[in-house]
């Protein structure tokens, strides 16, 4: 009897191919679509680069490519367990913190409450459409990067739990976005030339400050500009605008390149400064998810502080209480409160935390 799998499908063409290769390898496959409730990107009219993922149209859209590849499919409601993370998303900006929804999106949802799914249908496996890699050779599995360094989003894999790794597959980790493709266009799948989802599904507009206002309606966030001496620059509309490193679209015109260095939560501070103040050497994190064994001794690693940073060098030392402090070789730009910090021995993710602060 084959192995089976779920498969988490979103109508694109990534979990699309994922699904063909399943099938093409031997699997019994399942394939389960998460409605969110984050349908306001249903309209047609909206621009195709603007469009999120989990929609109507996208339900629609994996359901025929489960029908092309004769796969059961079944549609499931976690609007209410999206809603945790939409506010958490809120939260983290009215804290001074910048969210990263993909990761927890990932914790929570993927490869914890669709596996929960999947053990009741008696799946061996959860799949997803993600460009990664698993490899099982004589010891324990591994998370590693995909193939193609473009595409590789192993970053917002780095929270899932350690005893899930022997039950994912990643199917289209080792191939490289033009031959994903250029596959689902031989299959003749209609999403072979789907553009790829905005990176929050939720925010398909990119006003992620509209939503949070909607969200918090209450709430004053209105405050200050401040330089690094205190001294009052400008009034801003409201701290949910902004983020570490951020330069453009602050509203204020100083005679000198300002960028965002800190946000304090407390009174609605935003402190600005210059680019060489955005350097730090060091950052604690907390709430640190190891996919090896915890280091018993300072490691030497990779660190990958936000989703298009280079992995930098660093001495990584796990503290008892579960957090870690990163130190770089060399300074990093824009540490960012509220954003992951994912740790690499090569190619191969060791795990990852969450960025507290950066000194």
């Known amino acids: 009897m084959p192995a089976r799998v779920v498969l988490a499908m979103s109508g694109g063409v990534d979990s699309s191919v994922a699904a063909y290769l399943l099938k093409e390898q031997g699997y019994d496959v399942i394939g389960l679509f998460m409605r969110t409730g984050a349908h ?3 309209d047609a009219r909206t621009p195709e680069r603007k469009r999120g993922c989990c929609s109507a149209l996208d339900a629609g859209d994996a359901r025929r490519v489960a029908d092309r590849l004769d796969m059961p499919f079944y549609a499931l409601d976690f609007e209410q367990d999206f809603e945790r993370i939409i506010d958490y998303f809120a939260d983290e900006y009215l804290a001074g ?13 993927k490869f914890g409450k669709l596996w929960s799914y999947g053990k009741q249908l008696e799946a061996d496996f959860v799949a997803t459409g993600h460009y990664a890699r698993m490899t099982k050779g004589d010891g324990p599995p591994e998370l590693h990067r ?7 989003q192993s970053y917002v894999l780095g929270g899932i739990q350690r005893d899930v790794l022997p039950h994912l597959l990643f199917p289209i980790g080792g191939y490289r976005k033009d031959e994903v493709r250029s596959i689902a266009r031989k299959l003749g799948l209609s999403v072979a030339d789907k553009p790829d989802s905005v990176e929050i599904c939720f925010v398909p507009d990119g006003d992620h400050g509209a939503l949070i206002r909607h969200r918090r309606p209450g709430l004053q966030t209105a405050g200050k500009f401040v330089d690094t001496a205190g001294e009052f620059l400008a009034e801003h509309p409201g701290i949910e605008n902004f983020t570490i490193g951020q330069r453009k679209g602050l509203g204020y015109a100083g005679g000198s390149r300002r960028y965002v260095l800190k946000i304090v939560s407390d009174d609605n501070t935003v402190v600005l400064g210059d680019r060489e103040e955005l350097l730090t050497r060091m950052l604690t994190a907390s709430r640190v998810n190891w996919l090896s064994e915890v280091p018993s001794e300072p490691l030497r690693c990779e660190a990958k502080i936000r989703y ?14 579960g957090g870690a402090q990163v130190e770089f070789d060399e300074p990093q730009s824009a540490v960012t409160p509220g954003q992951a910090v994912v740790f690499y021995d090569g190619s191969r993710v060791l795990g990852g935390g969450w960025i507290e602060e950066g000194k």
């Not at 995909?146 to 590789?152: L, R, T």
């Not at 298009?308 to 209480?321: S, W």
């Open 146 to 152: 995909a193939v193609d360094p473009d595409k590789d």
């Open 308 to 321: 298009r940073h280079t992995p930098a060098p660093a001495l990584v030392t796990a503290l008892p209480d």
């Open 97 to 109: 913190r910048t969210p990263n929804p993909c990761v927890v999106c990932n914790n929570w949802l």
């Open 40 to 42: 306001g990107h249903d």
